[in-house]
């Protein structure tokens, strides 16, 4: 608004009520141009905020989503289903050795895995195969003997001199007299 276009519009004005009027015309510009200005400024930053979703979802194009969970989906099964494969093994083979069972392999191929693994209480049916193993085949259970040794007769006597001595032993005394066999 210009002071020339009031005068014409309000003739009768005095010079101290265009000063005010035009002062307040100026405060409401000043503020009406700051507002815009800042307006101005949301603007850009969500267009440059779009800009970047925009670039960083190009870069997904083409990505099948729902393939993407499917996949997720089974990792997470077949984790589970490792992690309570692990359980499985762990019980099992702590159940074999506290029965004393001499070797977890050999007392794992007498037991139906599948079964056991499907049961609803591993624990209790654990045992039960177990048990019924330590009665089928009591061999794959029990201690071992004390020096881990086994005792088998060769038909040797022990602690045995003999009477007369063989070429061996002659030879053996004679290279080393003071030494008593």
């Known amino acids: 608004m ?6 014409n519009k309000i003739p009768g004005i005095t010079e101290e009520q265009l000063n005010w009027l035009m002062q307040e015309n100026g405060s409401d510009i000043t503020r009406e141009k700051n507002a815009a200005a800042a307006l101005q400024t949301q603007l850009n930053s969500a267009q440059a905020q779009l800009k970047t979703a925009q670039d960083g979802l190009k870069a ?6 729902a393939g993407l969970q499917a996949q997720v989906t089974k990792l997470k099964a077949d984790m589970q289903a490792q992690a309570d494969g692990f359980a499985f093994d762990s019980a099992l083979n702590t159940a074999i050795l506290g029965k004393k069972g001499r070797s977890v392999d050999a007392v794992r191929a007498l037991l139906d895995l599948d079964a056991l ?3 609803k209480d591993r624990t ?3 045992n039960k195969a177990l048990e ?3 009665k089928a085949n009591p061999w794959a259970f029990g201690d071992t003997q004390s020096a881990g040794y086994p005792n088998v007769k060769d038909g040797g006597a022990p602690n045995h001199n003999p ?4 070429g061996i032993l002659a030879a053996f005394s004679k290279l080393n007299p003071n030494l008593k066999i």
Do not use: L, N, W, Y
Not at 60 to 65: N, P, Q, T
Not at 163 to 166: K, L
């Open 60 to 65: 997904f194009d083409g990505v099948d989503v």
């Open 132 to 134: 019924d193993a330590v």
């Open 2 to 7: 210009k002071r020339e276009d009031v005068k």
């Open 117 to 119: 693994k499907g049961s």
């Open 124 to 126: 209790t049916d654990i």
């Open 163 to 166: 009477s007369q001595p063989d």
